[in-house]
């Protein structure tokens, strides 16, 4: 079993439309981060979330983290083929360094 | 900064032979590197852990004598799939994690190893 679901498993949408993926658990994690990875690449960080209830803003991507730290969101506006892409979620439960991977969501934005 | 590398990028080798993939943080000290295998259209799954100058912590399930790993200096660690099977066939990703800042991870670009 998975410890952060994530939802949905794939999003096809076309250019300049939004996108919301998420990530949920029963845990209570000490930060949450959100990486993006492309084929044959390894993931790339896009952000950290710390405090329950923070949203951070990179450009079109909006994140927020629960305020029971126990899910998340990333929402994209306008997307772009620019953002297609594997989407995970990674959390860390707090003095393990090591990080729980959702399944990923895969967004493919269309031209 | 945060950059990490990954060498080789792809290996082919043959069924029985050992392959080493090497992981390096190039513009900050890594006191913590991790192992992630990743197969075709699933996340990462994470290997081991290890911290410079002691012994890798491993997953349950992980093979440590089948999967070697060295944690030599702040800047590299390095993994060995010894007597590789076709089954060993994947990708595996390294990341590592800076002093003061160990919720983070910064992942290298991976490594497709193949055996035949």
């Known amino acids: 079993t998975q410890l952060l679901e994530q939802s949905p498993q794939f999003l096809s949408i076309q250019e300049g439309e939004n996108l919301t993926v998420y990530c949920n658990s029963s845990s209570v994690f000490s930060s949450l981060q959100w990486y993006r990875q492309e084929p044959g690449e390894g993931p790339v960080l896009l952000v950290t979330v710390v405090t329950g209830g923070e949203v951070k803003k990179l450009k079109r991507l909006t994140f927020q983290f629960g305020d029971a730290r126990k899910d998340s969101s990333l929402h994209i506006t306008a997307a772009q083929p620019g953002d297609t892409g594997l989407y995970l979620c990674a959390g860390s439960l707090g003095g393990d360094y090591k990080l729980s991977f959702g399944a990923g969501t895969t967004v493919t934005v269309r031209a | ?116």
Not at chain 2, 14 to 36: H, N, P
Not at chain 2, 70 to 86: E, G, Q, R, W, Y
Request: hydrophobic share 35%; charged share 15%; glycine share 6%.
């Open chain 2, 1 to 116: 900064g945060a950059v990490v590398s990954q060498h080789p990028s792809w290996v082919i080798c043959k069924s029985g032979t050992s392959v080493k993939i090497e992981c390096r943080s190039l513009d900050f000290q890594a006191t913590t590197m991790f192992w992630y295998r990743q197969f075709p259209k699933q996340s990462l799954m994470l290997m081991a852990t290890s911290n410079e100058g002691s012994k890798a912590t491993y997953e349950q399930g992980v093979e440590k004598d089948k999967f070697l790993i060295n944690h030599a200096s702040l800047t590299l660690s390095t993994l060995t799939v010894t007597s590789a099977h076709p089954e060993d066939s994947s990708f595996y990703i390294c990341s590592a994690s800076r002093e003061y800042s160990y919720n983070e991870q910064f992942f290298g670009p991976g490594t497709r190893l193949t055996v035949l």
